[in-house]
């Protein structure tokens, strides 16, 4: 089983955030997006409302990202940056329908308006449940690098790593031997590693 949970994003991620690359940008928008779609679904927007926000979000990262601090080591974690910003888009997005109300009425709107009042209260709490995040994250970036080996390096990896099978029965199953076997767990997770540095 993988015990590395991401904490934070890669510093030199961030440096190529930060020079503008375009590989850098799809990645962390790749890494994250997912999360902020998450949070806002789960504060009650609707999937298109949710598409928008995202991208909304992104837009605020990428007009901050030069002032941000924390990810070269300095200041607070990239994700708390985020839900940060999240939060705060989330909020004017109920703020605009407030003023805007759509002409729908009944019971599910009442319903759905006392579930928009609630989420927002719950907004004024910390990042939601980090735990979850965190799975989240590691399995996107688990994802984004699976491409970088082959099917049978990959197959190791995760029958030993995700799976939790013995490396003897994978070698067998695979006809590897078990230090192939080894070696492919630890080609992917020094991959891992550097893709997302505690």
Not at 21 to 26: G, N
Not at 48 to 55: C, E, G, I, K, S
Not at 161 to 174: P, S, W
């Amino acid at each position: 089983m993988i015990s590395h949970e991401p904490n934070s994003t890669s510093i030199s991620l961030f440096r190529r955030v930060r020079r503008l690359e375009v590989d850098a940008w799809e990645r962390l928008t790749s890494l994250y997006g997912p999360i902020v779609y998450s949070w806002s679904r789960r504060a009650g927007l609707q999937d298109n409302d949710a598409a928008d926000l995202v991208q909304d979000v992104f837009w605020q990262v990428f007009q901050g990202i030069a002032e941000f601090r924390g990810g070269d080591g300095n200041g607070g974690s990239f994700r708390g940056w985020l839900w940060t910003i999240s939060r705060n888009q989330i909020r004017l997005n109920f703020r605009k329908r407030r003023q805007n109300p759509q002409a729908i009425g009944g019971t599910d709107a009442q319903i759905r308006f006392a579930g928009h009042v609630d989420a927002l209260q719950e907004l004024d709490e910390h990042e939601p449940d980090t735990a979850i995040t965190d799975r989240r994250l590691l399995h996107r970036t688990l994802e984004l690098i699976k491409g970088d080996f082959n099917e049978v390096t990959w197959q190791a990896f995760s029958r030993v790593c995700l799976q939790e099978h013995a490396v003897r029965d994978v070698a067998d199953e695979l006809g590897l031997t078990e230090n192939s076997v080894r070696q492919a767990k630890f080609r992917v997770l020094r991959r891992l590693r550097e893709e997302m540095q505690e």
